[in-house]
T-cell receptor, first 112, second 110 residues
Framework: DADVTQTPRNRITKTGKRIMLECSQTKGHDRMYWYRQDPGLGLRLIYYSFDVKDINKGEISDGYSVSRQAQAKFSLSLESAIPNQTALYFC???????????FGPGTRLTVL | SQQGEEDPQALSIQEGENATMNCSYKTSINNLQWYRQNSGRGLVHLILIRSNEREKHSGRLRVTLDTSKKSSSLLITASRAADTASYFCATILGNTPLVFGKGTRLSVIA
């Protein structure tokens, strides 16, 4: 079984809808991250959490919110989706901030 | 804004040749990491080099780091078609999360 899982893997939705992307990990890591990837722009950090009680904004947090329900779960919400949020979204985990990150398979989100 | 910038943006080589990708960054770092991404999939960690290291090897991978020039290079020797992927460098300083570059797309032609 995969160490970092994301659901759903693909989602098509309409402008204005609320969307939640979920991430679960079995690696026992305290640190979790949400990234967005757009063609030609690499990965940009949306939010990150160093433990259950810690939430931090990343480079592009506007229009997004997160919830760290447990050590193993970190959810990303789009309160009112807009077309320019169409992208590939990745969740990642690490045990320490300077160690390697482990990525989930990604969620491809399309907002019409 | 992104810290690292990979060069070239795209690289196409024949199988068996070596592939070299470069990464430049802007600020001091604790370490620099290289990741690989197959099309549309999650990134996979390849190698980490710390700021006090100059060179590191892992299998067919060789990474160098020049902190005076704020640059790193990733060399893949004897490339294979399966090495076709995008390669990203990522840097970290202190307790802040990794900052990724935009990546180099490598195509290895059989």
């Amino acid at each position: 079984d995969a160490d970092v899982t994301q659901t759903p893997r693909n989602r098509i939705t309409k402008t204005g809808k609320r969307i939640m992307l979920e991430c679960s990990q079995t690696k026992g890591h305290d640190r979790m991250y949400w990234y967005r990837q757009d063609p030609g722009l690499g990965l940009r950090l949306i939010y990150y959490s160093f433990d259950v009680k810690d939430i931090n904004k990343g480079e592009i947090s506007d229009g997004y919110s997160v919830s760290r329900q447990a050590q193993a779960k970190f959810s990303l919400s789009l309160e009112s989706a807009i077309p320019n949020q169409t992208a590939l979204y990745f969740c990642a985990t690490s045990d320490l901030s300077d160690n390697e990150q482990f990525f989930g398979p990604g969620t491809r989100l399309t907002v019409l | 804004s992104q810290q690292g910038e990979e060069d070239p943006q795209a690289l196409s080589i024949q199988e068996g040749e070596n592939a070299t990708m470069n990464c430049s960054y802007k600020t001091s770092i604790n370490n620099l990491q290289w990741y690989r991404q197959n099309s549309g999939r999650g990134l996979v960690h390849l190698i980490l080099i710390r700021s006090n290291e100059r060179e590191k090897h892992s299998g067919r991978l060789r990474v160098t780091l020049d902190t005076s020039k704020k640059s790193s290079s990733l060399l893949i020797t004897a490339s294979r078609a399966a090495d076709t992927a995008s390669y990203f460098c990522a840097t970290i300083l202190g307790n802040t999360p990794l900052v990724f570059g935009k990546g180099t797309r490598l195509s290895v032609i059989a």
